[in-house]
C-alpha cells in the first residue's frame, strides 16, 4: 500500500514516468499476492486429489501418479 505521508492533491506533482512505474510496481504486488493465495487453494485440490487418486489407484493400475510432472508424449501415450 502507499504511504500514509502522499497526499492525494501532491500526485499532480509527480511525473507521468514516475506514476506509471508506481501503477507497475502495484499491479506486480497484487499479482504476486493473487498467486500466492492460487497456489495454496491448489495445493488444497492437490491433497483432496491425491486422495482420491490414491483410492482410485488401487482399481486402475498407473504408470505414475497423476500428480507428477509428466511430458505431452508421455500424457498422450496414456491415454
Do not use: Y
Not at 502507499?2 to 506509471?20: F, N, R
Request: net charge negative; glycine share 2%; charged share 10%.
Amino acid at each position: 500500500p502507499p504511504s500514509s505521508s502522499l497526499q492525494p492533491g501532491k500526485m499532480s506533482d509527480v511525473s507521468p514516468v514516475v506514476a506509471a512505474q508506481q501503477q507497475q510496481q502495484q499491479q506486480q504486488q497484487q499479482q504476486q499476492q493473487q498467486q500466492q493465495q492460487q497456489q495454496q487453494q491448489e495445493a488444497a485440490a492437490a491433497a483432496a486429489a491425491a486422495a482420491a487418486a490414491a483410492a482410485a489407484a488401487a482399481a486402475v493400475p498407473r504408470l505414475r501418479p497423476p500428480h507428477d510432472n509428466r511430458t505431452m508424449v508421455e500424457i498422450i501415450a496414456d491415454h
